[in-house]
């Protein structure tokens, strides 16, 4: 049973209007028909049983009349039961007419706090930016438990190991992202778009657009609660993400002064100590980054990527390095991704790795707010995953940094490893 309540403003299109086989919503007629009317009543239909009350609400009108809200209809599906439905009779018509209704929003209780599903939009609105961070929160504790659980439970087995048990047991690392996506029956968030863009570009030898180009974040929790247009809602705000930085109805939120400045920092010296008397050894290929004289803005909202590490001619590690701010949080973040190439095909393979993020953050005037630095996993060792990321964040604020600042340091088993940095 599975634990959620949801409160749905339903689309219903003559008789039947279907959310991802989540919920169905029909309309029966009265049988017989009497009278010179025609009458309809409302059923609604879950595809599972949940642990709270499902509510359903809806406005039905005539076709042809244009959209209306005269009609409204409310039904709640008991906890533990799956159809709830109104009287043959709620809907009348004359004969020659039909009934039409139309999809609003869906109430989804999750991390403990309601999130509105809008379809028209097909974007999240949470009440505060509390609620907005609970979930968050939420969303990186489950996929990381889920990621941890599977790999502890086969960590005896070696990366070409863990690889096969995967296809055998048709593991998804994104299946929390998935679960909560699902939630919302057609909602359009921005990760499942860039997954099947990755999908496409692995399937065509990394060529077509690149996924990269697409993630404004390179964060899959973050991803998962914006919309495909980068967008959510908090209260009646609008909160759009582009490639230029963070709006807020409109109104662009990330610049707060601060003036460029000459960076000679050799960030070298600095990322190197972040794996430093942990037991981690470079033997292969190790490409750094050295910035220096190079005139900077403050910054925040900027993304780079690595070219790739290529420790074979069938395998290879991305390298992304992101400094972001959403409105609810900040953050600054290293991520790896590992790929493989098997029967001729390129995927996500799992390797074992370990990722680090360190550099100066400034607050919206560009004045210092100290050195942030962090690893995963934190401390010595690996996790076999197929990516991997780390990041350092604050709530309700932004960070900003200079170009050649913040950098991403990756370890692999095999004495593979790189640091690379956060320039524009």
Known sequence: MKKSYLFLIVSFILYSFTLKAQITVEAFPMNPQSGQYNYFGVRVTLAETYTDNVTVTGYIYDEGNGPNTNHPFTLTVPAGELTAETAANFYQTDPTATAVAELGTLVVIYAGVPITYEANGCILKFNSLGDLQAVLNQLDADNDAYNDDFDNQYGHLSEEELDEMDEQNEFDEFKTYKDFEALFGGFCSKRAEIEAVENAWLANNFTGTDPDDIDLTFDEAENTIFNN????????????????????????????????????????????????????????????????????????????????????????????????????????????????????????????????????????????????????????????????????????????????????????????????????
Request: glycine content about 12%.
């Open 229 to 424: 247009t980068y967008s959510f809602k908090i209260g009646n705000d609008l909160y759009q993400l582009t490639s230029a930085g963070l709006y807020k109805n409109g109104v662009y939120q990330d610049d707060g002064g601060g003036g460029a400045r000459i960076s000679t920092e050799n960030n070298n010296l600095m990322f190197a100590n972040l794996f430093d008397n942990t037991g981690y050894r470079y033997s292969g290929p190790f490409i750094s980054g050295y910035v220096s004289n190079i005139w900077t803005d403050c910054k925040t909202n900027k993304r780079k990527k690595s070219p790739p590490i290529e420790v074979s001619s069938t395998r290879r590690f991305i390298q992304k390095v992101a400094i972001s701010s959403i409105g609810v949080r900040t953050s600054i973040k290293g991520k790896i991704v590992h790929y493989k190439k098997k029967n001729g095909n390129w995927k996500r393979k799992k390797a074992e790795m370990a990722v680090g993020v360190n550099g100066p953050v400034y607050n919206l005037s560009c004045s210092s707010l100290g050195n942030k630095s962090k690893t995963n996993p934190n401390g010595a060792g690996y996790k076999k995953r197929k990516s991997l990321k780390v990041k350092e964040w604050d709530f309700g604020t932004i960070w900003k940094t200079y170009s050649g600042e913040v950098g991403t340091s990756f370890a692999a088993a095999g004495g593979y490893g790189n640091i690379f940095l956060l320039t524009w």
